[in-house]
């Protein structure tokens, strides 16, 4: 939607054209996800029958992983992943308290179940459904993000986080991101991945200067092909065996329109996976 109706940092798109910077699909007998950089620059994306994308950046499924799953969980968890890297390769340390903050009722937030050892983390939602599934998909804490009062959002982050935070992961920007900045340690680091609360932010000079902050951009545009297809690789095998998961919905190709005016309503349940050829 975001590249579609151009109102990202990509601008207008040259119309007409096909939308869909990413999807699965099948090419020969092999199940594969593949990207676009449909909205992006000229061409057509995934959301049609038919894609053209060159077999170099087709990334194998794994073995019993569910493509729509593997769609709905895409581009959103690799962000997260090499949002992380990005800030180790920035001068951050190791292991620590982070937060990681997404709406439970937005696209750009969709809490998944990790397995791993790692540090707390702490997530934002918007709505009751929404808390409900970040807390069944193992946050530490949840913050109701039901206010753009910054002082009163750092507050409720304050109150959760097991100290000063290291890291903070924003898909978000907004009062949130301001908020969040609030409560990172000296030296700490802020990685923006999106902006699905606003595209401005009310963060403070005094909060960046007191404590040092550091405040990096990202986007998977930055990602090598090699970058791209591991984390794809990893993230479907995950998907696989059960262990990573991300709330979607499974729309046919043809109801397109009415699940875009949910999303952008704010109505839609979970990402929503538009499919093909039933």
């Given at each position: 939607?975001?590249?579609?109706?151009?109102?990202?940092?990509?601008?207008?798109?040259?119309?007409?054209?096909?939308p869909?910077?990413?999807?699965?699909?099948?090419?020969?007998?092999?199940?594969?996800?593949?990207?676009?950089?449909a909205?992006?620059?000229?061409?057509?994306?995934?959301?049609?029958?038919?894609?053209?994308?060159?077999?170099?950046?087709?990334?194998?499924?794994?073995?019993?992983?569910?493509?729509?799953?593997?769609?709905?969980?895409?581009?959103?968890?690799?962000?997260?992943?090499?949002?992380?890297?990005?800030?180790?390769?920035?001068?951050?340390?190791?292991?620590?308290?982070?937060?990681?903050?997404?709406?439970?009722?937005?696209?750009?937030?969709?809490?998944?179940?990790?397995?791993?050892?790692?540090?707390?983390r702490?997530?934002?939602?918007?709505s009751?459904?929404?808390?409900?599934?970040?807390?069944?998909?193992?946050?530490?804490?949840?913050?109701?993000?039901?206010?753009?009062?910054?002082?009163?959002?750092?507050?409720?982050?304050?109150?959760?986080?097991?100290?000063?935070?290291?890291?903070?992961?924003?898909?978000?920007?907004?009062?949130?991101?301001?908020?969040?900045?609030?409560?990172?340690?000296?030296?700490?680091r802020?990685?923006?991945?999106?902006?699905?609360?606003?595209?401005?932010?009310?963060?403070?000079?005094?909060?960046?200067?007191?404590?040092?902050l550091?405040?990096?951009?990202?986007?998977?545009?930055?990602?090598?092909?090699?970058?791209?297809?591991?984390?794809?690789?990893?993230?479907?095998e995950?998907?696989?065996?059960?262990?990573?998961a991300?709330a979607?919905?499974?729309?046919?190709?043809k109801?397109?329109?009415?699940?875009?005016?949910?999303?952008?309503?704010?109505?839609?349940?979970?990402?929503?996976?538009?499919?093909?050829?039933?």
């Amino acid at each position: 939607m975001l590249c579609a109706g151009g109102r990202s940092y990509f601008g207008v798109p040259r119309t007409p054209y096909v939308p869909g910077v990413q999807g699965v699909g099948v090419s020969g007998s092999r199940p594969v996800w593949f990207p676009t950089s449909a909205g992006m620059a000229p061409g057509d994306g995934s959301m049609a029958e038919y894609a053209v994308v060159p077999a170099a950046d087709l990334v194998p499924l794994p073995e019993g992983a569910d493509p729509v799953a593997v769609a709905a969980l895409g581009a959103v968890r690799h962000r997260r992943a090499h949002g992380a890297d990005l800030a180790r390769r920035a001068g951050g340390r190791g292991a620590g308290a982070r937060a990681r903050r997404g709406r439970g009722g937005r696209p750009g937030g969709r809490p998944a179940r990790p397995h791993r050892r790692r540090p707390p983390r702490d997530r934002g939602a918007r709505s009751p459904a929404g808390r409900e599934r970040a807390e069944r998909a193992g946050a530490d804490a949840v913050v109701t993000l039901d206010t753009e009062d910054v002082a009163e959002l750092a507050e409720r982050f304050r109150a959760v986080a097991a100290g000063p935070v290291d890291l903070v992961l924003d898909p978000l920007f907004g009062a949130p991101a301001a908020a969040a900045a609030r409560t990172l340690r000296a030296g700490g680091r802020l990685v923006n991945l999106g902006s699905s609360a606003a595209e401005t932010c009310p963060i403070d000079s005094a909060t960046i200067r007191s404590r040092s902050l550091r405040l990096l951009g990202y986007t998977n545009n930055e990602l090598a092909p090699e970058q791209r297809a591991a984390a794809m690789t990893l993230i479907a095998e995950q998907s696989a065996l059960g262990r990573l998961a991300v709330a979607y919905e499974a729309v046919p190709l043809k109801d397109a329109e009415a699940a875009w005016r949910r999303q952008a309503d704010g109505l839609a349940t979970g990402r929503i996976v538009l499919t093909v050829g039933e």
